[in-house]
């Protein structure tokens, strides 16, 4: 009877590659053979400007990429993560290092959590965080009301317009501390940049940033 279940399933809801979401012949990887050979190697980088010390990105957020984004973040497709996650890891260690006490990650405000049901960066801090035998911790948190990043505003609008949208309510968590900040997608980096201030303000000794997707500048 499971095996018949399990048969189903498979019929209905076959396996889909997370990034092309083309059907799978087996469960096993969850990526399909293109989309595996073409992951691209993670890069590092600077945006002029930023509080953040380094900075570096598994994926550019490009077609494929930006819609396998979408379902997990609005799809349904909580179990990306998973996946997500060690290509993070992969990053931060590459390209980063190892060397950090405290692990956090760019929350999404009270109000959106509860609509959506999930913090979707949270669930990448986590998985990410397995990897790297660190449990990520909450320290900034977010106002509901914080005016969307238009990528069409200049730089200095963008920074204006993000700042005071974090507050660090318990200090004593990131005080002296080498952080690694993870956010899902980096657009502008006003968003990281303007958390890692805060992050730096609350005595964090210094902010390195991980995010899963970069978009192109
Ligand atoms: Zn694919």
């Known amino acids: 009877m499971k095996s018949l279940w399990n048969s189903l399933k498979l019929l209905i809801w076959p396996p889909r590659c997370v990034l092309c979401h083309r059907i799978l012949e087996s469960e096993a990887g969850r990526l399909c053979p293109g989309c595996a050979a073409s992951l691209p190697e993670p890069f590092s980088g600077a945006r002029r400007g930023s509080h953040y010390k380094r900075w570096a990105s598994a994926l550019w957020y490009e077609d494929r990429v930006r819609e396998s984004f979408l379902r997990f973040k609005f799809g349904g497709c909580r179990f990306y993560a998973e996946h997500y996650g060690p290509w993070l890891a992969n990053t931060v260690t590459k390209l980063l290092g190892t060397d950090y006490e405290l692990l956090t990650y760019v929350p999404i405000s009270r109000l959106r959590k509860r609509r959506r049901g999930y913090d ?13 035998g660190m449990k990520p911790v909450c320290t900034l948190k977010k106002r509901s009301r914080v005016k969307p990043q238009s990528r069409t505003l200049g730089p200095e609008e963008r920074q204006r317009n993000i700042r005071g949208a974090f507050s660090v309510p318990d200090p004593a968590l990131v005080r002296g501390k080498r952080v690694l900040l993870i956010d899902d997608v980096l657009t502008t980096g006003a968003t ?26």
């Not at 805060?198 to 902010?207: F, I, P, R, T, W």
């Open 192 to 217: 990281v940049s303007e958390a890692s201030r805060m992050l730096l303000e609350a005595g964090a000794k210094s902010v390195d940033v991980a995010t899963l997707a970069a978009a192109p500048t």
């Open 120 to 132: 979707q960066t949270l669930l990448l801090a986590e998985a990410a965080g397995r990897e790297l």
